[in-house]
T-cell receptor, first 113, second 114 residues
Framework: DGGITQSPKYLFRKEGQNVTLSCEQNLNHDAMYWYRQDPGQGLRLIYY???????QKGDIAEGYSVSREKKESFPLTVTSAQKNPTAFYLC????????????FGSGTRLTVV | GENVEQHPSTLSVQEGDSAVIKCTYS??????FPWYKQELGKGPQLIID?????GEKKDQRIAVTLNKTAKHFSLHITETQPEDSAVYFC?????????????FGKGTKLSVKP
């Protein structure tokens, strides 16, 4: 079955460390997205990519970095510059274009210890 | 840019009652409006969507209505059940811009009391 997989489900980070969240899809979707969700809050866009080797900053890109070397993969690195990284991170993908919905992964919960 | 407002932020209903969640959007060019359901600790799942050439769409107990003139759309859930308890997000499509292709509302937490 096609889908979008995020790993790990839970991740713990020490202060000052960089960590990378994985997002892989086998839906043959062109576009991929990263959102951050804080408790009781909505979805805030971190980065998105409409095509391989290209990506754009979203509303809250500071302290995060991404790469899109393969169509299937869109990893997110949370750097030490992100001062409050504890949150639920969601990856999504879509066919592309502006009249299609997103398919979301199951999320990664990142906690700073 | 596009803005999507969603109301109410929380909604509590008795099992068997109906629930209605409303969203308004600002960009008259938006033409695709999906609704997502997010259960605790999980990713949002698409439950129903509507395109601008249709005024209403139904899928069993769920329906969505769209008023393009007024730029608002609503989710209707009839005969609610405890398993309908979740956070619901509406979204509107945009063409280009700096926010991807969908702009999301801030969500509605629906609680269905048995």
């Amino acid at each position: 079955d096609g889908g979008i997989t995020q790993s790990p489900k839970y991740l713990f980070r020490k202060e000052g460390q960089n960590v990378t969240l994985s997002c892989e899809q086998n839906l043959n979707h062109d576009a991929m997205y990263w959102y951050r969700q804080d408790p009781g809050q909505g979805l805030r866009l971190i980065y998105y990519s409409q095509i391989v080797n290209d990506f754009q900053k979203g509303d809250i890109a500071e302290g995060y970095s991404v790469s899109r070397e393969k169509k299937e993969s869109f990893p997110l690195t949370v750097t030490s510059a992100q001062k409050n990284p504890t949150a639920f991170y969601l990856c999504a993908s879509s066919i592309g274009g502006w009249t299609y919905g997103y398919t979301f992964g199951s999320g990664t919960r990142l906690t700073v210890v | 840019g596009e803005n999507v407002e969603q109301h109410p932020s929380t909604l509590s209903v008795q099992e068997g009652d109906s629930a209605v969640i409303k969203c308004t959007y600002s960009d008259s060019a938006s033409n695709y409006f999906p609704w997502y359901k997010q259960e605790l600790g999980k990713g949002p799942q698409l439950i129903i969507d509507i395109r601008s050439n249709v005024g209403e769409k139904k899928d069993q107990r769920i329906a969505v209505t769209l008023n393009k003139t007024a730029k608002h759309f609503s989710l209707h859930i009839t005969e609610t059940q405890p398993e309908d308890s979740a956070v619901y997000f509406c979204a509107a499509s945009i063409n280009g811009g700096s926010q991807g292709n969908l702009i999301f509302g801030k969500g509605t937490k629906l609680s269905v009391k048995p």
